[in-house]
């Protein structure tokens, strides 16, 4: 298939291709040996922690970070309105393709994952360090005189946590 290119709304300077890719249009406007030399430039993705592309582009003189399959998708299935996400039809987050992304709502995006993928969502793991018994241990600790970096390190918790115990905002007594 051949590499089309279009206008992303909202960035005039910027085009998305079908084959997942970005380009700046505004580049050699400088004054070096290089100036005008180049009419578009291929713009770089990084990764994000969670597996997504994302690009910085700069709009009003302004640098922000965008999800490169938000933008391609923008370009060209529609405007995406309001909580709409962008599912990666075969779950690899890094394939911006247009033919790899849909438009779907939450819930779809959710049964696409867990149907079509196999892939469940993790239980939290909920690992509590303290208990309402050891709660009024450091209270009478405190009481005591200790003080409050001590029990933080005997207790394995910041100082923070310990003035929150102290003061009845956590497990209260």
Known sequence: MDETWK???GFPFYEASNQGRI??????????AKAGSNPSRLMKTA???R???????????????????????SAFIDEIA???????????????RI???EIVTQAQNIKHRSESLGIKKKPKATV????????????EKRAAG??????????????????????GKLWKP
Do not use: F
């Open 7 to 9: 206008a992303i709304p």
């Open 23 to 32: 380009r700046s249009l505004k580049t050699g406007t400088g004054t070096g």
């Open 47 to 49: 990764s994000h922690p």
């Open 51 to 73: 597996g997504y592309q994302i690009i910085t582009m700069y709009t009003e003189g302004k640098r922000k970070c965008y999800y490169a399959h938000r933008l391609i998708a």
């Open 82 to 96: 309001g909580k709409l996400q962008i599912n990666h039809i075969n779950g690899i987050k890094s394939d911006n």
């Open 99 to 101: 033919s790899n992304l």
């Open 128 to 139: 509590r360090k303290l208990d309402p018994e050891k709660a009024a241990q450091i209270r």
């Open 146 to 167: 200790m003080t409050m970096s001590k029990l933080a390190s005997q207790y394995g918790v910041s100082e923070a946590t310990i003035s929150y115990i102290i003061s």
